[in-house]
Every structure is written in C-alpha cells, then in structure tokens.
C-alpha cells in the first residue's frame, strides 16, 4: 500500500497569500495518478486536481499542481475566503489511498 | 440535477450490519463505476472498494474482503454498501463517489459525491 503523508498538518495564512501543500508517497506513483480533494466542514470532498497537474471541471486557475514520481504539491496562488478548507491528496497508481489532509486555516 | 443521494444515518450494535444506500439521478446509472470512501470522525479518506453498476462486478480493498458486500439495483439507479460484523472503529461516515471514467473503465478518481451516512457503532 502506498502511503500519503500530507506537509503541513496545519497551514495558517491571510486572504490574498500563496499557499502551498506538500504529498509526499512511500513510493513512487506511477503516472502520476494523483489527485486532490478539497473539504469543507459537513461537506462531501470536492475534486480539485487530476493527474497532478489538470484542473477539475469548474475549479479555478487560482489552483495549480505539480509534481511527479513522490514529491507532489498543490499550490492556491492567492487564497480566497472559500479556499479557507482541509485539503486531501489521493493517489490511484495503485489500489487509492489518501494523505491525512492539510488544514488551511484564517491567519 | 446531477446528485447522489444517499440514506440516513444509523446506529448500529457491534457484530451487527448496515446496509448504505446511494441513489443517483441527472446521468445514466450505469455508465459510471461508483465507489464507496469512509471517513471516521476528525480523520482522513478510506477507500472501500468498487461497483460496476453496469454488470454489477466488485471489487474491496483488502482491509475490508469478508465484510463489505457492494450491490446495486439499476431499476431504480441505486448503489448500496453492506458491511457486517461492525466494530466500534467502524464509526464513520460512509460516502458513494462516482468514478469519472466512463462504463468501459475507470479513472479511479471522483468528481460527485453523496453527502455522506454516519453510521455510529455503539453498544
């Protein structure tokens, strides 16, 4: 099984600053089958990034995805109110697994 | 409206079943595979496994072989999630998630989402 693990835990920033979140995989994804998720409290995961870097349907430019093999990163390039959210990576090279989420909270 | 609409939440017993139902309406039920995720309380996504609504094929993560069953009724484009013998770490919020491949294959990644059953395990 390929584990996630998700850097930081917690990511505390202002409106209008970058935001970047790190996946980190125990080995290397093949592909790169990774994707990420965005949550909001009481709410359903909501598909952000495809294959590391493709934009879902309707998400905004604001985001972006790089990476390949087992360093990958989500990067907000100036955080809006409703980005404020856990983030999840999700890979799927192999059986899916998911890192334990980044948090960005209001600075 | 493309949605997912899945049952209300339960309260099980340890050793007991529960049975998650997911109705899909504004697509075509069977030309996308659904998949079922858990998320415990205050933690991260846990695959459970697939459904083929169209053949009805499945396949379960192994932490789960022996106790999930995935079933589907195309008549009335519903997905259900069975899972038996439950734990008090069971706790969770079990989501049906819609594959973004089309009938012949899968992306394995998701783009809808139910809203999500509790399901509390407690004596």
Known sequence: EIVLTQSPGTLSLSPGERATLSCRASQSVSSSYLAWYQQKPGQAPRLLMYGASSRATGIPDRFSGSGSGTDFTLTISRLEPEDFAVYYCQQYGSSPTFGQGTKVEIK | ?123
């Not at chain 2, 697939?50 to 072989?65: E, M, S």
């Open chain 2, 1 to 123: 409206q493309v949605q997912l609409v899945q049952s209300g939440a339960e309260v099980k017993k340890p050793g007991a079943s529960v049975k998650v139902s997911c109705k899909a309406s504004g697509y075509t039920f069977t030309d996308y595979y659904m998949h079922w995720v858990r998320q415990a309380p205050g933690q991260g996504l846990e695959w459970m496994g697939w459904i083929n609504p169209n053949t009805g094929g499945a396949n379960y993560a192994r932490k789960f072989q022996g106790r999930v069953t995935m079933t589907r009724a195309t008549s009335i484009s519903t997905a259900y999630m069975e899972l038996s013998r439950l734990r008090s770490d069971d706790t969770a919020v079990y989501y049906c998630a819609r594959d973004t491949g089309g009938r012949e294959a899968m992306n394995w990644y998701f783009d809808l989402w139910g809203r999500g059953t509790l399901v509390t395990v407690s004596s």
